[in-house]
């Protein structure tokens, strides 16, 4: 572990923690000290072992952070544990196969909305009251990139992934005078096991070819791209940053 640590000592959640972009999150995190609570309804036991062969500490609670109960029943033992939240990084994201908007079953849109953007607003309103009492307190929601691009055959998951830009906004002003920071990351298109279940491997790769190809850093984005900025803005560095999204997708969109 780093002797020159950001978040040391600081407890931060990280929601959709147990592979993928959710997890490089909380690698990341724990290497700058934060004490890591690692959230999600698969289980997070490869993100645990990997904190802590790296000599972070970690903890994990299962729940599904679009369900109210859970998420209170969750907070409630962080803060029976740990007596605080400094960080939360909403991250959990459902990533629908690749459908015509006509085609889409109000189950997909329905649980997409919930587990992309509910979860969001249930799990910040969870953790605020802490916040407001430390004075204190960064929450980071992950977005994407093709809210930017518009992309097609993913409707559902482009409009949730919208709606969280205006969650930031809205939320970052409502908490004036607070302390606490709302920002937003959308990231490029990054092969996770998420991604790899919205079509076939051969439209996956096709897919990242042309988004390589017209990026302005010409190499596939990776996990770990993404890691600095999301340690950025839960660190002091951000502290006169709110109510922001930064992009991060080597170039393929501007904003």
């Known amino acids: 572990m780093k002797t020159d640590m950001r978040l040391k000592n600081q407890v931060a959640i990280v929601t959709g923690a147990a592979r993928g972009i959710g997890q490089q999150y909380c690698l990341a995190l724990a290497g700058e000290g934060a004490q890591l609570i690692a959230i999600d309804i698969l289980s997070c036991a490869d993100t645990l072992a990997k904190?802590?062969?790296?000599?972070?500490?970690?903890l994990e609670i299962s729940a599904d952070v679009a369900e109210p109960q859970q998420v209170e029943a969750m907070i409630a033992q962080v803060l029976q544990r740990y007596h605080r939240i400094d960080i939360l990084i909403n991250n959990a994201a459902l990533i629908p196969p690749l459908t015509a908007f006509d085609q889409v079953s109000e189950a997909i849109w329905d649980r997409v909305m919930a587990t992309n953007v509910k979860?969001?607003?249930?799990?910040?309103?969870?953790?605020?009251?802490?916040?407001r009492q430390q004075g204190k307190g960064k929450i980071i929601n992950i977005s994407s990139d093709t809210v930017w691009a518009g992309t097609p055959m993913l409707l559902p998951y482009v409009a949730s992934?919208?709606?969280i830009l205006a969650f930031t906004r809205a939320l970052a002003r409502e908490l004036?005078?607070?302390?606490?920071?709302?920002?937003?990351?959308?990231p490029g298109f990054t092969v996770t096991e998420g991604v790899q279940q919205m079509a076939d491997p051969e439209t996956v790769g096709y897919i990242q070819q042309m988004v390589v190809e017209g990026q302005i850093i010409k190499r596939r984005q990776q996990p770990t791209d993404l890691a600095g900025v999301v340690v950025f803005l839960?660190?002091?560095d951000s502290d006169f940053i709110t109510g922001q999204t930064i992009n991060v997708d080597g170039g393929f969109t501007h904003h």
Do not use: R
């Open 51 to 58: 904190i802590h062969q790296a000599g972070g500490q970690a």
């Open 119 to 131: 979860s969001m607003w249930l799990c910040s309103k969870a953790v605020i009251p802490s916040m």
């Open 161 to 163: 992934k919208g709606a």
């Open 176 to 186: 004036a005078g607070t302390g606490i920071n709302v920002n937003c990351v959308t």
């Open 234 to 236: 839960a660190s002091e």
